[in-house]
């Protein structure tokens, strides 16, 4: 059974950082692209960023560089590095992944992705 386990979010006030984390289990597939999602209440679903195993990188426009995504593909661990947030950027981070989706597209971010994380909530907020 594929399982994704985010942690590290919290509340921090505008300027501030934080670092999620992602963990991938039960994953037999030898590709795989994981990505963040966010979700802020009353807005639909968006992508932040992607990363996969062929080396190609997806960021959302309003996060390209505040945001910075990593990956062990070694360990099944993705991480999110989030500098100078703003109050928009609060939300449900998501961790997402899938053999087929391609990183570095277009439509990367309204691909299907097989395998969902229940969430890690973070506030920004003074």
């Known amino acids: 059974q594929v399982q994704l386990v985010e942690s590290g979010g919290g509340s921090v006030q505008p300027g501030g950082s934080l670092r999620l984390s992602c963990i991938l289990s039960?994953?037999?597939?030898?590709?795989?692209?994981m990505a963040w999602f966010r979700q802020a209440p009353g807005k639909e679903r968006e992508g932040v960023a992607a990363?996969?195993?062929?080396?190609?990188?997806s960021y959302a426009s309003n996060v390209r560089g505040r945001f910075t995504i990593s990956a062990d593909f070694g360990k099944n661990t993705l991480n999110l590095q989030m500098n100078d947030l703003k109050p928009e950027d609060t939300g449900t981070y998501y961790c997402?992944?899938?053999?087929?989706?391609?990183?570095?597209?277009?439509?990367?971010?309204?691909?299907?992705?097989?395998?969902w994380g229940q969430g890690t909530q973070v506030t920004v907020s003074s």
């Open positions: 039960g994953y037999t597939y030898a590709r795989k692209c």
């Open positions: 997402a992944a899938d053999p087929f989706v391609e990183a570095g597209l277009p439509k990367t971010f309204d691909s299907d992705f097989s395998y």
């Open positions: 990363r996969d195993t062929d080396g190609s990188t």
